[in-house]
């Protein structure tokens, strides 16, 4: 499964997420890219687009896009802040659904 981490989300976190392919939005170029065509971009090589844009699910119409989306809910989007969500985001992965989205939170 490959996993596309936001640019706004340490890089550092893909660390924690073991036994997946993880990439950043940086690493794929796609830098400054706005999130429906980033959402279009990421369908055709990723699983899953982890994220802390509480409000990508209601500016998108995620199921016309063919990857599941994981929205990190923590006080910040520090790695301090995130790295205990790993826990809760391994399990949810195998489950996750294409087109939808999925709040992980503390």
Not at 22 to 29: A, L, W
Not at 34 to 45: H, S, V
Not at 47 to 58: G, P, Y
Request: proline fraction near 7%.
């Amino acid at each position: 499964m490959k996993l596309l981490l936001d640019e706004c989300i340490d890089r550092r976190l893909g660390r924690e997420l073991s036994g997946y392919d993880v990439r950043t939005v940086p690493q794929m170029g796609w830098a400054g890219t706005k999130n429906g065509e980033l959402l279009a971009l990421a369908e055709a090589e990723f699983d899953v687009f982890i994220t802390v844009d509480r409000n990508l699910s209601f500016q998108q119409n995620l199921p016309q896009f063919n990857i599941a989306v994981l929205i990190l809910q923590a006080p910040s989007n520090q790695l301090a802040d995130l790295k205990p969500l790993a826990p809760q985001i391994l399990p949810i992965l195998p489950t996750i659904t294409q087109g939808q989205s999925t709040v992980v939170s503390l």
